[in-house]
């Protein structure tokens, strides 16, 4: 069963879409984001421009190969 708010995700510009879209929805910058997770802005800038870094490129060569979508459920947002 796919939820309603499921996003395929089939290359690393996708991922990074959704990304910086959940990320702004949250109210957070890069800078703030980076101290949260411990990675570096430029990472994380470059993930959300979708640069295929750490392999992802080949690893969702596979899972097309395989069949496989790879889908992100974003946290719905919680009430204050």
């Given at each position: 069963?796919?939820a309603?708010?499921?996003?395929?995700?089939?290359?690393?510009?996708?991922?990074?879409?959704?990304?910086?879209?959940?990320?702004?929805?949250?109210?957070?910058?890069?800078?703030?984001?980076?101290g949260?997770?411990?990675?570096?802005?430029?990472?994380?800038?470059?993930?959300?421009?979708?640069?295929?870094?750490?392999?992802?490129?080949?690893?969702?060569?596979?899972?097309?190969?395989?069949?496989?979508?790879?889908?992100?459920?974003?946290?719905?947002?919680?009430?204050?």
């Amino acid at each position: 069963m796919t939820a309603p708010n499921a996003v395929p995700i089939r290359d690393a510009e996708t991922l990074g879409q959704l990304i910086r879209r959940t990320r702004k929805h949250q109210g957070l910058n890069l800078e703030t984001l980076a101290g949260l997770c411990g990675l570096s802005i430029r990472f994380l800038s470059e993930l959300e421009n979708g640069r295929e870094s750490c392999g992802f490129g080949r690893i969702m060569m596979v899972l097309e190969a395989l069949g496989i979508d790879l889908v992100a459920y974003p946290t719905e947002e919680t009430p204050s």
